[in-house]
């Protein structure tokens, strides 16, 4: 008990390397396996066997302490660190390094007691009570105290244990408030973010219904109101509540970067719409950007959201490296063994041409959560799905969680351990994979092959979900999954990029339902056409400005000029609705009345108060062309759509000839490419290839025979590249 303050390196046990042995490991050519493990949950006799386990699996990397608060703080200002310094040395023991987590997702009792103040209000004016876990307000001071002591007093401890080889600080930073707290932080936010009154009341248009502020103290978060709440106060509300989760994110870190900057940090992301977290501007903060991802779908699109998922977090993990090295021009995004040198700070290494390196680091071994019930992962989807992370840049697999507990909330959770113990499928499959991965390394930092980018923005999917649309229908993320289905479908590989990002490299450049579009992004995308790139648009983007403020003059608005179009109507259509489109297929969820101002009519609406109408538009503008779609188009039409504006803009898919079903992803590095290969239908299927097959050693002359259900990954023979 008590805290060592700067306790010499050394301390702990048998341990007596003068650095940190495990932070090297982001330097290393391998990939990180493992998961969460929860050994406060368990009695020390079973550490030992959870180990010799991990050692069987290959497990190198695992999160301790995510939730333990309570046990390592079990009365303000009392510590008990006995129990983790035996973890800890248990895993520098044994080869295993550490993601040390601050615990502060869940405040112990003690805290919620002391400080009903910090207690989380909802937007109806409820305050929550402690029984659950995020039960806090993130902008009350209590709570970011106590939050700063315990990761302080960790980050004291530990920073040179040689098991620690990463920071997890947190967990899933999402939970939202709206006590006084917070609604004094917002006015704050609100005037730094909007300069005056003035200013607010015109970005929030607050002629409206009688809302004009002569006072920044009438301003609240939006709580529950009568009817239908400003858009421009809802975004706000989410942007601020960002940057105040980033704020209480970026103060942990600090304290864990000075005591020990060679070890990274980082915060895992949950994924979904509710999250008030803009992903792309945090990875700026993070050393290596980590996400947790759960498909909500049983049948093949767990695939496609698997893959979505992954190019997005590649997308912020590039943007963030590139926002760092234009704040700091000493930093050079790709090559952060060199500043390491310099600062000693050492962020994860991202690619070579790129930076901005992320990790998976929450999946569910066997389980996919889906509507009402969890579904059991089909043998070999666990590692076809880890791999699809992989393949797409991930620095390894991990998973929530190591073993499954026997009570608490999440007792059924999936684990790699799981209830029936190592005797199980799941855990075969576990040591299966860790022998995949090992026998994969080699393809650790190499760059992800994409000629297509889809443009993704964190605030279009907040403001598309307020009240008073023209369809409750209306989803960014919906449309970017829609369009990167279609591109995955055809076999292209995709970044993912935010507006702004540099997009010259890229033969096609998607922008599905980007709705708030400021005067930057629209001159990005016309700048990007003029110097002959093809961008192809879809509905309802460009409509409004930065402050979701419809711009008038036609829709879509910062995009009309670009795209040669002018659109005067909107015609959202009913649930199950379709609008038959010349030529074959159907439009859904929304169509529109379409003016060509320059465009070419590319496929027409073929019924209903549109026929004869254009429904997709194809305009020269500069050296290049930019393809209008005013409506949903089905899966299939999307594919052919989206495959003909791909080929004409000279993308070609990763492997032509893989069949569908077969994700194809190439990897490239200085002296090789990779090419992976995911079977992830029942049937076998043989693919051209030409190279050595890593997983078996094979020497793949002409192609790879891919069982039902199988992977493959090749180091392609130079032709094949
Ligand atoms: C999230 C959390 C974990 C756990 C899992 C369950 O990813 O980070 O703590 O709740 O979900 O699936």
Not at 158 to 164: E, F, N, R
Not at 471 to 500: I, K, N, T, Y
Not at 713 to 720: G, S, T
Request: hydrophobic fraction near 45%; aromatic fraction near 8%.
């Amino acid at each position: 008990m008590g805290v060592p303050r700067g306790a010499p390196t050394g301390a702990y046990g048998n341990i007596t390397t003068s650095t940190n042995g495990r932070c090297g490991m982001w330097d290393e050519a391998r990939l990180r396996f493992g998961g969460d493990w929860n050994p406060e949950q368990w009695p020390e006799r079973v550490w030992a066997e959870d180990v010799a386990l991990m050692r069987r699996a290959r497990v190198n990397l695992v999160t301790v302490g995510v939730f333990a608060w309570s046990r390592l703080e079990p009365a303000p200002g009392r510590y008990d660190f006995g129990w983790l310094d035996r973890v800890l040395d248990l895993l520098a023991d044994n080869g295993v390094g550490a993601a040390l987590a601050t615990p502060t997702a869940s405040p112990p009792p003690w805290f919620s007691l002391a400080h009903p103040g910090a207690l989380p209000v909802t937007a109806d004016g409820v305050r929550l009570h402690h029984g659950s876990r995020d039960t806090y307000c993130a902008a009350a001071p209590a709570y970011r105290a106590a939050a700063r002591r315990i990761a302080g007093v960790l980050a004291d401890r530990y920073a040179h244990h040689p098991a620690v080889a990463l920071w997890h600080v947190h967990n899933e930073y999402g939970t939202v408030c709206h006590c006084e707290h917070a609604a004094v932080a917002f006015r704050a936010w609100l005037a730094g973010r909007h300069g005056s009154l003035d200013a607010l009341n015109d970005a929030w248009t607050t002629s409206f219904w009688s809302q004009h502020y002569s006072d920044w103290a009438q301003i609240s978060t939006p709580r529950a109101t009568q009817y239908l709440a400003n858009p421009g106060q809802l975004l706000d509300f989410r942007r601020f509540w960002s940057d105040t989760l980033l704020a209480a994110y970026a103060e942990q870190r600090d304290l864990l970067r000075a005591a020990n900057p060679a070890v990274p940090v980082t915060t895992n992301y949950v994924l979904g719409d509710w999250v008030p977290v803009d992903h792309a501007r945090w990875a700026a903060e993070v050393d290596l950007v980590a996400i947790d991802h759960y498909p909500s779908a049983v049948d093949g699109a767990a695939e496609e959201q698997t893959a979505l998922a992954a190019d997005l977090a590649r997308g912020w993990a590039r943007h963030g490296a590139r926002a760092r090295a234009a704040a700091d021009p000493t930093a050079d995004a790709s090559a952060h063994r060199a500043r390491a040198d310099g600062d000693g700070r050492r962020p994860v290494p991202g690619d070579a041409a790129d930076g901005g390196a992320w990790l998976l680091m929450e999946s569910a071994p066997n389980l996919i959560y889906t509507a009402g019930r969890m579904h059991t992962k089909e043998p070999g989807r666990m590692a076809r799905h880890s791999l699809a992370h992989v393949a797409r840049g991930s620095r390894g697999a991990m998973y929530f969680q190591w073993r499954a507990p026997v009570g608490g909330a999440e007792r059924f959770h999936s684990a790699l351990v799981p209830h029936a113990g190592p005797d199980s499928r799941v855990f075969r499959e576990t040591v299966e994979l860790g022998a995949i991965l090992d026998r994969i390394a080699e393809t650790d930092g190499a760059r992800v092959e994409a000629s297509v980018a889809i443009g993704w923005d964190a605030a279009s999917g907040w403001a598309l979900q307020h009240p008073g649309l023209p369809s409750q229908r209306l989803h960014h993320h919906g449309e970017v999954a829609a369009a990167h289905r279609a591109l995955w479908r055809a076999g292209f590989g995709c970044d993912v990029v935010l507006p702004g990002d540099p997009v010259d490299r890229y033969a096609l450049l998607v922008l599905p339902a980007l709705y708030l579009a400021s005067d930057a992004a629209a001159a990005w995308a016309r700048a990007y056409v003029a110097g002959g790139g093809h961008l192809v648009v879809t509905w309802l983007s460009g409509v409004a400005d930065e402050h979701a403020r419809v711009r008038a003059g036609g829709y879509p608005g910062a995009f009309r000029d670009v795209l040669g179009v002018r659109v005067e109507e909107f015609h959202p259509l009913a649930d199950g609705d379709e609008v038959p489109l010349a030529g074959g297929g159907t439009g859904r969820i929304w169509a529109e009345s379409v003016g060509l101002a320059g465009a070419e009519v590319v496929r027409a609406y073929a019924a209903g108060v549109l026929a004869g109408q254009p429904a997709v538009t194809r305009h020269r503008h500069g050296a290049g062309t930019a393809w209008y779609v005013s409506t949903r188009p089905d899966d299939e039409t999307y594919r052919r759509l989206l495959t003909d504006a791909a080929l004409a803009a000279g993308a070609a898919p990763t492997c032509p000839a893989a069949p569908a079903g077969v994700e194809a992803v190439r990897r490239r590095g200085a002296a090789a490419s990779w090419l992976f290969l995911l079977n992830h239908t029942d049937r076998a299927h043989r693919v051209p290839a030409a190279g050595v097959e890593l997983l078996t050693g094979a020497l793949v002359d002409t192609a790879v025979e891919l069982p039902a259900g199988g992977v493959a990954v090749v180091r392609e023979a130079p032709a094949a590249r």
